[in-house]
Every structure is written in C-alpha cells, then in structure tokens.
C-alpha cells in the first residue's frame, strides 16, 4: 500500500477541500483516465484496490499511471473511549481529491477495455468519477 517514508508532523489538521482542482486536472501520461466529480479523501486501500481491478482486467497489457498519493495522515480514537484525552493516533492514509482531479490513467489499451477496466477501478473508489479520453489532433 501507498504510504510516505517519512512526513514532518505525525498527525494532520482535517482540513476542507474546496474548489476545483488546480494541478493534475488534464491527462499527461496515458490516453485515457477517470476524473474525480466531487471532493472528498480517498485511502491508499481503495487506491490500491482500484490499482488491482484496473490491472487484473487488462491482464497486464498496457500501463497504469496512480496519479494521487495518499499523504494526509488519518487519526482515530479508539471504539468506547470517552470523550478527552487528546487526539487519536494515526490509522490509515489517505489523499485528498478535488473535483476535476485525474486519479487513474492508463495506456496501450483500446478504448473500450480502457473504459470498463477504469469503471471496475472506480468502483472501489468513494466518490463519483467520469472517464475521460486525450484528444486526438
């Protein structure tokens, strides 16, 4: 699973997610990709299990690009604590993604196996996705 080697801070402030996406909004790497539609967190575990459908269903021809790192660490107090005591420790991690954000990108496949293998992917996601194609000239 995707995580970071080492961060500065063990734990993160929640934060909010606003706007669109301003970076890593347009396809760079392959021809075809899912775009996220609304914002939220995604974790490295369903990162890594749309990684594996997307991939299982192309059986290996073709390339995978994971265009989001989950770096936010996610804390959580333990079930039937009281309330107090400070902050839970960090459980999972998780990346955040704002509309307009390409997740997944993958190439070398023809369109219509680039489209199911990406909607196998994005349903192990939490949020909405579209799928989305380069632009031939």
Same mark, same amino acid.
């Given at each position: 699973?995707? #995580?970071?080697?080492? =961060?500065?801070?063990?734990?993160?402030?929640? %934060?909010? @997610?606003?706007? #669109?996406?301003?970076?890593?909004? =347009? /396809?760079? +790497?392959?021809?075809?990709?899912?775009?996220?539609?609304?914002?939220?967190? @995604?974790?490295?575990? =369903?990162?890594?299990?749309?990684?594996?459908?997307?991939?299982?269903?192309?059986?290996?021809?073709?390339? *995978?690009?994971?265009?989001?790192?989950? !770096? /936010?660490?996610?804390?959580?107090?333990?079930?039937?604590?009281?309330?107090?005591? %400070?902050?839970?420790?960090?459980?999972?991690?998780?990346?955040? *993604?704002?509309?307009?954000?390409?997740? +997944?990108?993958?190439?070398?496949?023809? =369109?219509?196996?680039?489209?199911?293998?990406?909607?196998?992917?994005?349903?192990?996601?939490?949020?909405?996705?579209?799928?989305?194609?380069?632009? #031939? !000239?």
């Amino acid at each position: 699973m995707l #995580q970071p080697k080492r =961060q500065n801070f063990r734990k993160a402030h929640k %934060g909010r @997610i606003k706007g #669109q996406s301003k970076a890593g909004n =347009q /396809l760079n +790497f392959g021809s075809y990709g899912i775009k996220a539609l609304e914002p939220d967190r @995604i974790n490295a575990r =369903q990162i890594e299990a749309a990684r594996r459908a997307i991939t299982r269903y192309m059986k290996r021809s073709g390339r *995978v690009w994971i265009r989001i790192f989950p !770096d /936010l660490p996610i804390s959580s107090k333990p079930t039937e604590i009281r309330m107090g005591k %400070g902050k839970g420790a960090p459980e999972y991690w998780a990346a955040r *993604v704002a509309p307009g954000r390409i997740i +997944f990108e993958i190439d070398g496949v023809n =369109q219509v196996m680039a489209r199911e293998a990406l909607r196998l992917g994005a349903m192990k996601l939490s949020i909405r996705t579209r799928f989305v194609e380069r632009i #031939q !000239d």
